[in-house]
Each structure stands twice: as C-alpha cells, then as structure tokens.
C-alpha cells in the first residue's frame, strides 16, 4: 500500500498522534507527514505511506496558508492559549491601527522561532528544554509572508481573525506575538486552521475518524499528487528501464531542455518513477529517490 492521504487532522492531537492512527489503519510502518501541527490547530495534514514516503521532504518546501484567531492583550510563554500567561495588558487599538499592524508583517522578514517548539538545539528539541526552564538564545529565520487579509474584528474583546499565506517554517504562533508587540499589548494564538499547503486544500481532505482499516485504500491519492510542483521530464523506456536500475541518465540524451540544479518529477508516459536530481557538474540525472520503478519485461 502506498499513496497520499489527506487528513484534517483534529484539534488535541499531535501530528505524531495523527501519523501513528494512519499507520495503524494502513497496517504499515512506511508513514510520514510533511508539515507538523500543533496540538491546537487543525486542517491540512498530507500523510504519505509506503515507497512514496521518501517524498516527505519535497512537500515540506510547500507554500502554506491559515487562518488563524487572535487574542490581544495576553502574552503566554508558548505563544498560544494553552499556555502559561506571562503578561496582560489592556488593549488600546482600533481597526485602521491594526490593518496598518498586520501590513508591517508583510514581505520578507526575519522571524524568532517559539520556544516550545519541535527546532533542535544540540539535537534537543527546545520543548523540551522549555519545559525545564531553560532559556536559551532562539536563532532568527528568514521567512516570506505574502499576505495577511484580516477577516474578523472585535473591539468588545480585541480578538481578530486573520487569512495568512506564507513561505515554509513560518510560525503563525510568532507572527501572533510579533503583531501583538507592535500594538504595544502582547498578543496570543487561540486557534488556528491550515486551509492550504501544497496545493491541497480542506474541501481535499478527510477527517481522521472517517478513515479505517477497511476503507483507507480507497483515500489513497497517487503520490505524484504530492510533487507537482517540480518540472516532469518525460523519458523513453529504456532510459526508465536504466533509471529504474540506478543508472543516470546523460543531460545529451534526453529530448527536452534541462534546468541545471533542479529536481525532476522523472516519468515515462504515465508511469511516475521517482525524483531525479540535474547534477549541473556531470551534465546528467541522478536518482533522489525511487518511487515506481520500471520493471524489466
């Protein structure tokens, strides 16, 4: 068994928990996510299973988008609600301060990472050094967040809703705390849903109980699904046949331009084999991984 499975994962589970009832469904050990979320938030989970999770990672570079709903005025130690607070403060904004809030964070920015988060320091997850009480230095990322469309807003409360899309690695979390600082009264995530990531959406996904050992297979996507994004190159058979074998296949002997650097969706006609890599250097194809490999007649 193999394939894309498209989860909207529930609130109060983890991930983890998510991925572990897949594989229990499925019978299989093969299954991986591309993409964790927290405990609090649900939507969007791709679940690979079998040979195809070896694409996990190419999924991970994905665009992704959320909505998520704000608390002005507390500040807790995990960025969101189901932590300790920190801080309160009585908000004092309206709805033009804020939108002029949220256009600050848009664009290219440097982002500092949670605390309680799964990012590892000398291969220890910060949570778990959170949880000790350690403090240590988190290192800044560049993120992109291409846009920020407020939805809902609250003066009663000064909780606001927000449409978010953005690059990997973003946090929704810190972005939360960063626009509740520059309103000068602390800010909190009190819920969140991924709407998108990948190119999937939630009208594509299934909830998790609705999945069972009887009826997985037939949720089961084909996992080229997952990839889309890279560039096919169409190859003959006997180059799938070479391929398939762990042979490269040169830049002079394929029918079409190569972008040098790129990883490929490799295919002959229909048949996804797998992920080649354009080796600029050697001028020729390298097998990333190997999905649907051609067998020999």
């Known amino acids: 068994m193999q394939g894309l499975l498209l989860i909207n994962k529930p609130k109060d589970i983890t991930s983890f928990k998510a991925v572990a009832a897949i594989r229990k469904k499925a019978n299989t050990k093969k299954v991986g996510h591309t993409g964790t979320l927290d405990p609090l938030a649900t939507g969007v989970l791709p679940v690979l299973v079998g040979k195809a ?66 990012i590892k320091k000398d291969g220890v997850p910060l949570y778990k050094l959170a949880r000790k009480g350690q403090e240590i230095e988190v290192e800044q990322r560049k993120i992109t967040v291409h846009s920020i469309t407020l939805l809902e807003f609250s003066k009663d409360d000064y909780t606001f809703k927000i449409d978010v899309s953005c690059s990997k690695g973003t946090y929704i979390r810190s972005l939360c705390r960063d626009i509740g600082e520059f309103l000068g009264c602390g800010a909190t995530l009190t819920d969140l849903i991924r709407t998108k990531t990948g190119g999937f959406t939630l009208e594509n996904c299934v909830d998790l109980d609705t999945v069972s050992e009887e009826n997985v297979s037939s949720y089961l996507l084909s996992e080229e699904l997952a990839v889309m994004h890279l560039p096919e190159l169409q190859i003959s058979f006997n180059q799938a046949k070479r391929f398939s074998n762990g042979g490269k296949l040169s830049f002079d002997r394929l029918n079409c331009e190569i972008a040098e650097d790129l990883c490929y969706r490799v295919k002959y006609k229909d048949n996804f084999i797998g992920i080649g890599f354009a080796d600029k250097e050697n001028r020729e194809i390298r097998i990333k991984c190997l999905i649907n490999p051609i067998k020999e007649d």
């Open 53 to 118: 999770t070896s694409l996990c990672d190419y999924l991970l570079t994905a665009d992704k988008s959320y909505i998520a709903t704000v608390k002005a005025g507390i500040s807790t130690d995990t960025l969101d609600i189901t932590g300790e607070i920190l801080d309160e403060k009585t908000p004092d904004f309206d709805q033009a301060q804020l939108l002029c809030a949220l256009k600050n964070f848009t664009g290219e920015q440097l982002q500092t990472p949670p605390m309680y988060s799964a």
